[in-house]
């Protein structure tokens, strides 16, 4: 499998097109922005552990019935990838209140919801991502009807693997966001990462956060928690 030009960069992956047209080869980089990118910096060792962890979890996915672009680990950094169109949904489940939920509706962080909830937000960068409900997405013909029940599906089953996987790891995991793309054949598998970037991670006995929050809000130990939840997915059994 090799590179052969780079389709796309984004803010912490580039993207290659390879010598197989169904097939990309992502690198991931040890940037991190938030906000939209307003805030910007680098997380040193970041694209090797999300390269890992997204992979080790992908298999996960897979083995629990759960279609997903994951092909192989090239390298540290790359992995292969099957191509897809991006659905530019950006679906975020939740188990317990924190971030912009907690912000929105005035609530303080950690509360343990009964159920998880999920909500969409449209991809796009210029607009700053803005929520949207299953109508709107319609309405723009961002999926079809079918498309967003298969997408909600998936999301809340990776939701209660995710969940047991790293309560068993010590680590409760309060919210993520998920991508999903359409293969050639037009099914839905999911696609992008899973990894402290796109998860919140709390340490199941001292509520500490494991996460890119500690980037977001300037709270320093960004590296260590990174190698922490790495470590913890590397002992698990
Ligand atoms: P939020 O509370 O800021 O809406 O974030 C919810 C979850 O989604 C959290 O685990 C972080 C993740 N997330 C991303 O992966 N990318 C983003 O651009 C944003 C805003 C959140
Ligand atoms: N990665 C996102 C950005 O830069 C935001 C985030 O993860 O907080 O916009």
Request: with cysteine.
């Amino acid at each position: 499998m090799k590179k052969t030009k780079q389709l796309y960069e984004g803010k912490a992956k580039k993207v290659y097109l390879t010598d197989s047209p169904e097939l990309l080869i992502v690198e991931y980089k040890d940037d991190a922005t938030a906000f939209n990118g307003l805030k910007k910096g680098s997380i040193a060792g970041k694209g090797v552990i999300n390269n890992q962890m997204s992979n080790r979890l992908m298999e996960r996915l897979e083995q629990a019935g759960i279609p997903t672009h994951y092909v192989e680990e090239l390298s540290e950094r790359e992995t292969v990838v099957k191509k897809v169109s991006i659905v530019p949904l950006e679906v975020i489940i939740r188990n317990i209140s924190a971030g912009s939920f907690s912000k929105k509706y005035g609530v303080e962080e950690g509360i343990v919801f009964d159920q998880p909830t999920i909500e969409f937000s449209y991809k796009n960068d210029d607009l700053g991502d803005p929520l949207l409900n299953d109508y709107h997405a319609l309405a723009l013909k961002l999926a079809t009807p079918e498309e967003i029940e298969t997408i909600k599906k998936y999301a809340f089953q990776v939701n209660e693997v995710l969940k047991a996987f790293w309560n068993e790891c010590g680590i409760t995991l309060v919210d993520f966001k998920l991508e999903f793309g359409k293969t050639s054949d037009g099914s839905i598998i999911l696609a992008d990462e899973i990894s402290p970037d796109t998860c919140r991670l709390w340490d199941s006995k001292t509520k500490e956060k494991l996460d890119k929050d500690r980037f977001r809000r300037d709270m320093g130990g960004v590296e260590d928690a990174y190698s922490e939840v790495m470590n913890r997915l590397l002992n698990h059994k």
